[in-house]
């Protein structure tokens, strides 16, 4: 199944900011952060479509996959 994986802020740095992928049916959101090579530990947020969603989410044919990284501030 295609998927739409979107990355921001520092999680493009040597990667892509918008790319398409082919998983099989039943990926979560996990499996697709650790193929980049994402440590969940540095996920702020995680959004399919537009929405929320948690890490075990599995995701359907042509769902868009949005990565966020963790904001730090003082």
């Known amino acids: 199944m295609q ?3 979107k990355l ?3 999680f493009r740095n040597g990667r892509f900011k918008v790319s ?3 998983f ?3 990926t979560t959101c996990r ?3 650790a193929e980049i090579g994402l ?3 540095e996920l702020g947020v995680i959004m399919v479509n537009g929405r929320h969603a ?3 989410r599995i995701l359907a044919e042509g769902d868009t996959l949005s990565l966020f990284p963790l904001v730090g501030g003082g």
């Open 3 to 5: 998927i739409k994986v």
């Open 54 to 56: 948690q890490i075990d």
């Open 20 to 22: 398409e992928f082919d």
């Open 8 to 10: 921001f802020a520092m």
């Open 31 to 33: 499996r697709i952060v």
């Open 39 to 41: 440590a969940e530990e």
């Open 24 to 26: 099989p049916e039943g």
